[in-house]
Structures are given as C-alpha cells and as structure tokens.
C-alpha cells in the first residue's frame, strides 16, 4: 500500500512519463509494496475524515500520497463529500486497482521525486500522508529522517495557501529500541526479502525496514517553519504482551495548516 521510493516517475495526466533523476531508489520497498499490497483499515482515518468534512467545501480537493489500492481515499472521499480527489503511488499495480474504484486522476512517481511533484498541476485543499514516512529508508537512521523531512515538504508543496496537511504515523517508543529493530531489518534483508515473523505476522524483523519516529520527532518534523499545527490525535494503541513492558505505541495523526501567504 504505502511505497514512496521510484526508479522511475510517471503522471497519469498530460505531463506523461517523467524520469526521476536523482531520487532516493530502494528497489526492495518498492517491490514489496508492488507486490503485498494490504488494505490497512480506514478506522484510523475517522479522526482526519471528520477533519476534512468539517472544513471541505464545495469543489474542495484532496490528494493522498501512497495511496496503496484505494480503499482509504474511497473512505475519505465517502466520508468527507469530497469527489475531487487524486492518488499518488509508486506502484503501478496499486493504481490500477485505485482506478477501478474511483473516477480519479492518479499518479505514478515517489513523493521524494520533487521534480515530479512539480509537475502535478493540480494544487490541492487537503494532502494525506498516511503510513508513509517510516517507509522511506535510506541507509541510516538519520539519512531516512532527512527523507521523511523531504516528503512533507513536497506534500506541502501540493497543498493550496491555507490548506491542511495530514499525516498519520504509528510511532512506538523508545526510540533507542526503533533503532534497534531498524538496523536489525538491514541485516535480515541481506539474507531475504521475506518477511520474517515475530509475535505475529503484522510484527517481523525481516521486510520491509522501517523507520518509526516519536510523536516528538513528529511534531517537529511538520511545523518546521510556518507551518501550525491545528489538530492532532495521539491514541495508545497496544503492544504484544512479551514486549508491552518495552515498547509503547501509538496511532498519531498531526494536522498542519500551511500559510496562506510567504
């Protein structure tokens, strides 16, 4: 559902194929994500759809970014009365099945291909970043931060003056043990590209690698500059008993308004 890394971009409008020259490639998520393509419940999106409702108007749009098969842009528009809306993904599978649920624009590239990004002619009331940033992997820690950094500006660059960014993350603590499981899948996935579980399927030390952040490390990563954040949701979420005396999890959603002028 939510690969953002391309070796090549393309846009499902007149700008046609785009090459994406000098943006991050991991061959592996993009594979993986084109082919395990899950449909992770809307649930966690009732918060960012009473958002969007609430302030939608006539003509509104909304653009969700990795937007995977389209079960959860189906939900926000549904939900929020919005129609005009678009999906953007890495995976060409993915698209194909967002096309046959919805009469929308699509397009195929990664959020860090910010040439690509520009040439989207469509600017946007509302952007959703759901399940997407601990996805971006770089070979570090800290390079895959300044990704996740990368893709909320280009999502905000999609963003109409005084519109809202929205960006939902599972962030688990702490961040020392995030760091831990992130190397820990660099090295598996030497060896595999399986998944690889432990305490159940959804947790695994195998692939993909993640990046998860702390809603702290959240916060700061989506108000950089003038950017306000006008809502949020943090809900505890649970954990595997072995590990619920190690870790805490929760299901955030950060909403940012981007200035109306420079």
Not at 49 to 74: K, W
Request: aromatic share 6%; with cysteine.
């Amino acid at each position: 559902m939510r690969a953002t890394l391309a070796q090549e971009s393309e846009s499902r409008n007149d700008a046609g194929a785009r090459p994406a020259a000098g943006v991050p490639h991991d061959e592996a998520t993009v594979a993986y994500f084109d082919d395990c393509v899950p449909e992770y419940g809307t649930s966690r999106l009732q918060f960012a759809a009473r958002f969007v409702a609430d302030r939608a108007e006539p003509g509104s749009g909304l653009i969700d970014i990795g937007c995977g098969t389209g079960n959860t842009l189906a939900y926000l528009s549904a939900e929020a009365g919005i129609s005009n809306v678009a999906g953007l993904d890495v995976s060409e599978n993915c698209l194909d099945q967002v096309r046959e649920r919805l009469d929308c624009e699509t397009h195929h590239g990664s959020i860090l291909d910010s040439e690509m990004i520009a040439h989207i002619d469509a600017r946007f009331d509302f952007a959703i970043v759901a399940a997407v940033l601990h996805h971006l992997i770089g070979r570090t820690r800290a390079e895959s931060r300044r990704y996740a950094m990368l893709a909320v500006d280009n999502a905000l660059s999609l963003v109409k003056p005084g519109g809202y960014l929205i960006v939902h993350e599972p962030v688990y603590y702490p961040s020392l043990a995030m760091s831990a499981v992130f190397y820990v899948k660099k090295g598996v996935t030497r060896m595999t590209s399986k998944r690889v579980p432990l305490l159940g399927y959804w947790n695994n030390i195998g692939a993909p690698v993640v990046s998860y952040y702390t809603n702290e490390g959240l916060i700061e990563m989506v108000t950089r500059g003038d950017n306000e954040l006008v809502a949020e949701e943090i809900r505890k979420e649970e954990v595997p008993r072995a590990v619920r005396k190690l870790l805490r999890r929760t299901s955030t959603t950060l909403i940012v308004r981007r200035p109306s002028s420079p």
